[in-house]
């Protein structure tokens, strides 16, 4: 068996080294590929951000770009608190070069 890089013990558990050296279970480490999104900020009611969603996909289409894997988007307020014309939300695509 291959000897394992102690040099990970500070950034992996204890418990996982040791299953690692018994052959039970394989520790691998390195990043996620990188990744280029398109990226625009809605303001307002959720109802409306399809219209984001929309002129985010006309950027890419018009600048060289397609679409590199689902959408998605990030939720900053909390829509019980802060009014619907107020909620702030981050549409991101991934994209690549045409």
């Given at each position: 068996m291959?000897?394992l890089?102690?040099s990970?013990?500070?950034q992996?558990?204890?418990?996982?080294l040791?299953?690692a050296?018994?052959?039970?279970c394989?520790?691998?480490?390195?990043?996620?590929?990188?990744?280029?999104?398109?990226v625009?900020?809605?303001v307002g009611?959720?109802?409306e951000?399809?219209d984001s969603?929309a002129?985010?996909?006309?950027w890419?289409?018009?600048?060289g770009?397609?679409?590199?894997?689902?959408?998605?988007?990030v939720?900053?307020?909390?829509p019980?608190?802060?009014?619907a014309?107020?909620?702030?939300?981050?549409?991101?695509?991934?994209?690549?070069r045409?």
């Amino acid at each position: 068996m291959r000897q394992l890089d102690r040099s990970l013990h500070r950034q992996v558990p204890r418990v996982l080294l040791d299953l690692a050296e018994s052959g039970t279970c394989r520790i691998m480490s390195g990043f996620p590929n990188a990744h280029s999104y398109a990226v625009t900020t809605h303001v307002g009611d959720y109802s409306e951000i399809s219209d984001s969603f929309a002129q985010l996909f006309s950027w890419i289409a018009e600048n060289g770009y397609v679409s590199d894997g689902p959408p998605g988007d990030v939720y900053w307020d909390d829509p019980a608190i802060v009014p619907a014309k107020e909620l702030i939300t981050v549409c991101y695509q991934p994209v690549r070069r045409a």
